[in-house]
């Protein structure tokens, strides 16, 4: 069983910045692609980045592009994103997420961690 667990979330002045962190354990990181999601109330949960399992390819919807930035250590089994310059539309649960290479969805979800920007 893989289990993610998401830290870093918390309270920010619009205009900050913030690092989540999401832990792995019980499976080969290295090998998964992994993305954050994040959900705010009222709105369906959406992908807000992606990356590769070495790293080498990231994906970013228009609404975070340029402000957000998807990292991986596989060394410390460790996936990052760090949120800059961040809006009040960017406050959300956000989750980690991680998938096996053959399956179509993502399978392994963190708990979720909570992210307010207030302005």
């Known amino acids: 069983q893989v289990q993610l667990v998401e830290s870093g979330g918390g309270l920010v002045q619009a205009g900050g910045s913030l690092r989540l962190s999401c832990t792995a354990s019980g499976g080969t990181f290295s090998t998964y692609p992994m993305a954050w999601f994040r959900q705010a109330p009222g709105k369906e949960r959406e992908v807000v980045a992606a990356?590769?399992?070495?790293?080498?390819?990231?994906y970013y919807p228009n609404s975070v592009k340029g402000r957000f930035t998807i990292s991986r250590d596989n060394a410390k089994n460790t996936l990052y994103l760090q949120m800059n310059t961040l809006k009040s539309e960017d406050t959300a649960v956000y989750y980690c997420?991680?998938?096996?290479?053959?399956?179509?969805?993502?399978?392994?979800w963190g708990q979720g961690t909570q992210v307010t920007v207030s302005s």
């Open positions: 990356i590769s399992p070495y790293g080498g390819g990231t």
């Open positions: 997420a991680a998938r096996r290479i053959e399956a179509q969805k993502y399978d392994y």
